[in-house]
């Protein structure tokens, strides 16, 4: 059990009763996405360089939200390595969980003000 789990399950009566009478901790899972994937195969530093990010449901969110570079987008979509499933967060609510296209850097492209080229 680690420090995230312990928290959830102080603060979630269920979580409690699952750990007490079956041994049951709530379960890691990791934010996952077509975007998030393309995202993490763009440098850090590259990411801040790409500029006026705007969603679209091309990138399999349904949201016209726009990000001021593309490594904000990025913290908004994966805010963690690992959550505990059922843990709110806002891209989850907005992916279009059927998306399963593979992107590509030209796809991302489409939707930025400037690329870092």
């Not at 979580?15 to 901790?25: C, I, N, S």
């Not at 805010?79 to 796809?107: C, N, Q, T, Y």
Request: hydrophobic share 35%; charged share 30%; proline share 9%.
């Amino acid at each position: 059990m680690n420090s995230r789990q312990a928290s959830w399950i102080a603060r979630h009566p269920k979580a409690l009763m699952d750990y007490q009478t079956q041994g049951k901790l709530p379960r890691m899972v990791r934010p996952e996405s077509p975007l998030i994937t393309l995202l993490e195969s763009i440098n850090p530093r590259d990411r801040l360089r790409i500029r006026g990010v705007r969603l679209s449901p091309k990138l399999g969110y349904q949201t016209a939200q726009q990000f001021q570079n593309a490594e904000q987008l990025y913290r908004w979509l994966k805010p963690r390595p690992e959550m505990i499933e059922g843990e709110p967060f806002p891209a989850e609510s907005f992916r279009i969980k059927r998306f399963a296209r593979r992107l590509v850097s030209d796809d991302l492209k489409d939707h930025c003000a400037k690329w870092f080229d």
